[in-house]
């Protein structure tokens, strides 16, 4: 039963914080299950941040899915990702509902300003605390820096996912 509180808070705790979605997440998911609870090794982390960007989802909700089932089961798996789920849900019912008085407002716009350039923040630690994990050699950099090129200069005409395909069929070729 403890498992299962702390399963529950932890995803509450990562919920709440999950400003921005996507990598934005990973640092805070990071500090909460590898270096807070020690759910995940920091290599069990890297895997799980990549099997998480191959599946469909939020990151947030795709950890709490994995680790949820690998702690408490298939029950587990359902709580975790409830709890993760239902911070933003609140959050975004009640901003939907108040946004026509929030809006113009001066404070919000400039708080808003600097929500953003926090959540940046934390999409650059996530790049640079995984990326020593995928970039082992300059085979990796330079499939990296490839496709990052073709994603910034034929921005709009090529998909993204065509350019993650793309580097799968690269790296069958060249590791």
């Known amino acids: 039963m403890q498992k299962v509180w702390l399963l529950a808070v932890t995803f509450a705790i990562i919920g709440i914080g999950a400003y921005g979605g996507g990598l934005v997440a ?8 590898v270096k807070t609870r020690h759910m995940l090794q920091k290599e069990e982390m890297s895997q799980l941040v990549a ?30 990702t409830s709890v993760v789920v239902l911070p933003g849900l609140m959050i975004l019912t009640a901003l939907a509902y108040v946004r026509r008085w929030i ?7 400039r708080l808003r300003r600097g929500l953003r350039a ?16 995928v970039i082992t050699g300059l085979p990796e950099l330079a499939l990296a820096i490839g496709a990052f090129l073709i994603l910034t200069i034929l921005e709009g005409k090529v998909h993204p996912l065509a350019v993650v395909a793309a580097s799968g069929v690269v790296g069958l070729l060249i590791f």
């Open 118 to 133: 926090g959540v940046f923040s934390l999409l650059l630690f996530a790049i640079c605390s995984y990326g020593h994990v």
């Open 103 to 109: 809006q113009p407002n001066e404070h919000f716009l």
């Open 26 to 33: 990973v640092p805070l998911i990071d500090h909460e299950l």
């Open 51 to 80: 099997i998480a960007q191959m599946t469909p989802g939020p990151i947030a909700v795709n950890a709490a899915t994995f680790v949820g089932f690998r702690v408490a089961g298939l029950g587990g798996a359902l709580l975790a």
